[in-house]
């Protein structure tokens, strides 16, 4: 579903508000469950929907059943309302564990503390780009086009969904960073998810969307040949696993080292169950410092 983005001119304004009524966390999953996990050793993770909240749930049930085999402790997942309900989860102790973008890493690491393990990697990479897309029978061929039209991003705190993607807009000349970005586009759009963002330029309910090269892959494969994109943005880090302040380190290494196994080719199959990246790597937090930057001149970071 899509909502009509109420923020104000710039993402900055917005950071405390989003952490702060993401304190009323939306979780899809059993309450009780998280709730025991904070009485035993056990390991709660935070999902992000950035596809299908209902796709998701069924992928929690068979990573976590991987993950509790591999580390001998109780492992529970539950979906997020976004990436601020996330980081608000963290900040809680409501998670352990967290998949979530570039962006809310580093804002998640400055409001709580959190700490990067693993990046993805797709198709031998641990960057990707965030896209501007279209439809095919638009006419819209340049970022200037767009002026007074309507667009979806996934996320007001996501790199490849929002920041970067909108980046663009400023380094065209056509946006300043300063600037709300309403009185570019006619309507501008909170989408909740690449997926979302995606279903609706495909589907004529936006001119475009902002989202991460590869969320055209979410879409069917007759709703891919609809769709085009005009733009990319700069490389950024791919998706992250982090850890909230204070996990216990044993368990932590354990968490890792059986990510990691998923590389394994016996265990390749698992990783469609969590966002289905080609592996993981051990993440250096230094690759993120170009989005910390970013992120300082947007007003997302003091």
Known sequence: MIRRCTSPARPTTDRRAFLAGASAVALIGPFNDIALAAKEKALTLAFIPQENPEKLIGDIDVISGYLKQQTGVPVRGFVTSDHASAIEA????????SFMGALPFVIAEKEVGAEVLLSEVYRGSPTYRG??????????????DLRGKSIAFADPISESGY?????????AGLIERDQDPKAFFGELYFAGGYQQAMQAV?????DAAGASQYAELLLSPEQQADV?????SDLIPSHV????KGLDRDLRAKFTAAMLKLNEPANLPLLKHVYSPDGY??????AFDGVRKLAAA????E
Do not use: C, H, M
Request: glycine share 8%.
């Open 163 to 171: 920041l970067y993607p909108l980046e663009t807009f400023v380094e």
């Open 202 to 206: 495909a589907t004529g309910l936006v």
């Open 241 to 244: 696993v982090i850890a909230r």
């Open 281 to 286: 790597v051990e993440a250096d937090s230094r």
């Open 228 to 232: 085009k994109w005009v733009v990319e």
């Open 298 to 301: 947007y007003g997302l970071l």
């Open 90 to 97: 963290l900040r809680n102790g409501d998670a352990d564990i």
């Open 131 to 144: 896209r501007i897309f279209v439809r095919r029978d638009s006419g819209i061929q340049t970022l200037a």
